[in-house]
């Protein structure tokens, strides 16, 4: 994730605990996503950030991702959504993340 | 398949992809509660 | 109507690899992880590396950005051993130049640098045109024993050369964040570079515009110059030009993220425009925070830190002669707080309504300069190709509304993008680097008309969720009235 704000996350779940907590990521490149998906999951796979070794479980998704955008209000989709779900190879972003959810 | 109703959601999102205002609304839509939200910039 | 002309433009970059360890990435992670430090040294390529970089090229106007498409990937290996540090756009300083600029632009006595840095520097600096020897025989050199008793006791921190301390820089308060000796650091190497760069515009004009000519100066960069009682004081615009001789003059910073440069640029046209003045010369310093940001892939990866290089620009405004481009005032795309955060809006507010005002759609625009970050620096960290994934915004815009097809995106993108090329120094990257490349194309009547359009990550300071951008046309005279 190399993220730089994984130490505010750790501290809002620790407070708020991790029950019922899903990320929802808007990145368009596949490593990206990919990469903060295994951060909330399982730690930092760099070794490096406040996520190191702490595997907090929290599931990834892409905002794009349909079993999610199924679920938003139609009209906004077509505001917010529609042109980055055309301007991304979709596919290609989201396919890292059924496999880190169910790791 | 995940029903967001009711979860709690942290929102990363991008500039130059969807950006963390726009997940949240479209999030909030969905009946999910909004823990944490960032937008990232890598550049 | 006539619109003000942009006459000359500076593209230079500085070869910095001491400096990687004084970037923001670096220097937080050095803190705790000692180890960094010489991981980081054992990927820092050499400057004769770094000029024959064919980015690095492309940036100073040896290369045009177009031609990387057919350059081999990794741009790192397929290198140009007859490139030259000499730009048609500005220079590609070595790291001893830089010192010796950073010395030359010191008027707080905070800079030592040892006798034969800096004679060394001031040959090779005078060889390029770019300082007298007065000048630089006024500087007194520091000697060895008095630069390690100041970084021993903890008063200024070392500069480095080929691995050697050869210089340092104090702190300027004992107590004030504001000047600590790495905030005074990055502070002078921003003036350094645009003052590099604003002294190479003044050769390119010799003969026409004398420096005293020039009626201000609007810099936009990345630093923060102040004190403790006000952290962003600014106006490092005055300070640079006072180092470039541009004796008429005053000026202001606008600070605004990574679109402050495109910015000032569109202040500085409607000066001119106004009639308030006649000549403004836009300034941007190099970012020494963003110096290795991406080191991590970069070691991880075993490839040279390409982030080891400050970038400057400047620009000329003025009123158009024949052949001069010009800025469409009539025709600036803004993203206003109505624009909201959606990305169409987005889009559409900085692509779509300034085309349209100037009466344009959006295959009229013979080249989009938008972020254009090399990728090869950002792609191994995860970051993505960034100017591409711009385009791909565009283009998708141009599809969904119809004007191109939606089969057709990425030969719009072939047509009126470029391969990113730009150091990730921020506002650097952030469309005005292609300034001069286009100037040069319009001016030779290859290309009519190109697209400027800069993002600013407000929401990064924390004071707003909201982000930032700006854009306006350039075009050849007697395109669309």
Redesign the interface.
């Known amino acids: 994730m190399d ?1 730089e ?1 994984q130490g ?2 750790r501290q ?1 779940i620790e407070q ?1 605990g991790a029950d ?10 596949p490593t ?1 996503v990919e990469m ?1 998906a295994l951060t ?1 999951k399982s730690g930092d796979p760099s070794y490096a950030g406040p996520l190191t070794g702490i595997a907090l479980g ?2 990834s ?1 892409h ?2 991702e349909s ?3 199924d ?3 139609p009209a ?2 077509e505001r ?2 529609a042109l ?1 779900a055309l301007a ?1 190879d979709v596919a290609e972003v989201v396919a890292p993340l059924k496999s880190i959810r169910d790791l | ?23 949240e ?3 909030k ?2 009946g999910a509660e909004i ?9 | 109507m006539t619109f003000p002309a942009i006459t000359a433009v500076a593209n230079v970059l500085a070869h910095a690899p001491g400096l990687v360890r004084y970037g923001s990435k670096p220097l937080r992670d050095a803190a705790h992880a000692p180890a960094t430090l010489e991981a980081i040294a054992a990927r820092l390529r050499p400057y004769e590396d770094a000029v024959a970089y064919g980015p690095n090229q492309a940036f100073i106007g040896n290369l045009e950005p177009e031609a990387l498409a057919s350059l081999p990937r990794p741009w790192f290996d397929a290198l140009d051993r007859g490139a030259s540090s000499a730009g048609a756009f500005g220079d590609l300083i070595s790291e001893g130049e830089l010192l010796g600029l950073l010395k030359l632009c010191d008027r707080a006595r905070l800079v030592h640098l040892d006798a034969d840095t800096l004679s060394d520097a001031a040959a090779r600096l005078a060889k390029r045109g770019i300082v007298t020897p007065a000048e630089m025989e006024a500087l007194t050199p520091a000697d060895g024993p008095a630069i390690d008793a100041l970084c021993r006791g903890g008063e200024a921190i070392p500069l480095f050369l080929d691995g050697r301390t050869v210089g340092a820089i104090a702190r300027g308060h004992e107590e004030d964040e504001a000047l600590t000796a790495n905030v005074l650091l990055e502070n002078l190497a921003g003036k350094a570079t645009g003052v590099l760069a604003l002294r190479r515009l003044l050769t390119m004009v010799e003969g026409r515009v004398a420096p005293g000519d020039v009626d201000f100066v609007l810099a936009g960069s990345e630093e923060a110059v102040g004190d403790r009682y006000q952290r962003g004081g600014g106006n490092l615009a005055k300070a640079i030009a006072e180092s470039a001789g541009l004796t008429g003059a005053t000026g202001f910073d606008v600070k605004a993220f ?1 679109a402050s440069t495109l910015y000032a640029v569109f202040n500085a046209a409607a000066l001119v425009q106004a009639g308030v003045f006649s000549r403004v010369a836009v300034v941007a310093g190099g970012s020494l925070a963003k110096l290795g940001m991406k080191y991590r892939a970069h070691v991880a990866k075993r490839m040279p830190i390409l982030e080891d290089v400050l970038a400057g620009i400047a620009i000329l405004v003025e009123h158009p002669r024949p052949g001069d481009p010009v800025i469409r005032l009539d025709a600036v795309g803004l993203h206003t707080i109505a624009t ?4 169409q809006a987005i889009v559409e507010a900085l692509v779509v309504k300034p085309l349209a005002k100037a009466g344009y759609r959006l295959s009229d625009v013979d080249r989009y300069a938008t ?1 254009m ?1 090399n990728p090869e620096v ?1 792609e191994p ?1 995860g ?2 190709d ?1 100017p591409r ?2 385009y791909r ?1 565009i283009a998708a815009l141009g599809a969904m509304r119809g004007e191109i097809p939606r089969d057709g995106i990425n030969d719009f993108i072939a047509r009126h993008g470029m391969p990113g090329y730009a150091p ?1 120094q ?1 506002h650097i ?1 952030s469309a005005v680097c292609y300034l001069a490349h286009a100037l040069r194309a319009m001016r030779a009547g290859t290309m009519r008309r190109a697209l400027f359009m800069a ?1 600013g ?1 407000l ?2 300071g924390r004071m707003t ?3 930032d951008g700006v854009s306006f046309l350039l075009e050849r005279q007697g395109g669309n009235p």
């Open positions: 993220l704000g505010r996350i809002v708020a019922g907590v899903v990320a929802v990521l808007g990145a368009n490149s990206a903060t909330l929290i599931p998704y905002v794009l079993e999610i955008a679920q938003f209000d906004l989709y917010e959504l980055p991304m | 398949m995940i029903d967001l109703k009711g979860k709690r959601v942290l929102v990363i999102g991008e500039r130059d992809g969807v950006n963390g205002p726009a997940i609304a479209c999030v839509s969905a823990l944490y939200a960032e937008t990232l910039c890598f550049v | 990574c909201g955060s959606a990305q972020e970050h950002t960290s970051s993505g960034v994934g711009n915004l990730t921020g990257a993002k990550s929401f990064l969720d909201a982000s």
